[in-house]
T-cell receptor
């Protein structure tokens, strides 16, 4: 089992819809969880971080964390074509003070007009 | 203004050549990282450094070496490049006092080894 798993996609949603991206992780003691957006040929850009169970909202983005089930998700409301990118989930697999992230391979999102 | 810069942005080299990729940052972060990204394999950690005197191997350090010349500079070297080192290379930084280890990436270097 991979340490951080994501469905590679592509996930195709119409403009204006909610896109739901999911990530599961294997280490029960993970403390920090991140979502990065990466456009083709560009570098990953941090868009959300979450550390506690529940939801965290920032504009059109909502991150959801469930440590008991070991998954973290990202919801994008009112999806726009400019949201079309690969979304990477990253997890600190050890207690937070060790400062190393493990990345999933990413989910490609396509938003069509 | 870029906080994390990488040079060169693109490089084509031949098998057996020595090559250095450079990373500089103006974010004032102590921690710096080198990753490579390959299609289907995601981002993998090559080396990381928590301060100037601290260098650590990541999961795929074979064939690579690094140098932390200053707090702001972290270089990655391929002593004898081989074709399977063709990849996209990213430098990243994070602040040592951050409780939750947010990492910020440079623009990347696309390396092709023929």
């Amino acid at each position: 089992q991979k340490e951080v798993e994501q469905n590679s996609g592509p996930l195709s949603v119409p403009e204006g819809a909610i896109a739901s991206l999911n990530c599961t992780y294997s280490d029960r003691v993970s403390q920090s969880f991140f979502w990065y957006r990466q456009y083709s040929g560009k570098s990953p850009e941090l868009i959300m971080s979450i550390y506690s169970n529940g939801d965290k909202e920032d504009g059109r983005f909502t991150a959801q964390l469930n440590k008991a089930s070991q998954y973290v998700s990202l919801l994008i409301r009112d999806s726009q074509p400019s949201d079309s990118a690969t979304y990477l989930c990253a997890v600190n697999i050890l207690p937070y003070n060790t400062d190393k992230l493990i990345f999933g391979t990413g989910t490609r999102l396509q938003v069509f007009p | 203004d870029a906080d994390v810069t990488q040079t060169p942005r693109n490089r084509i080299t031949k098998t057996g050549k020595r090559i250095m990729l450079e990373c500089s940052q103006t974010k004032g972060h102590d921690r710096m990282y080198w990753y490579r990204q390959d299609p289907g394999l995601g981002l993998r950690l090559i080396y990381y450094s928590f301060d100037v005197k601290d260098i650590n191997k990541g999961e795929i350090s074979d064939g690579y070496s690094v140098s932390r010349q200053a707090q702001a500079k972290f270089s990655l070297s391929l002593e004898s490049a081989i074709p399977n080192q063709t990849a996209l290379y990213f430098c990243a930084t994070s602040p040592s006092l951050a409780e939750y280890n947010e990492q910020f990436f440079g623009p990347g270097t696309r390396l092709t080894v023929l």
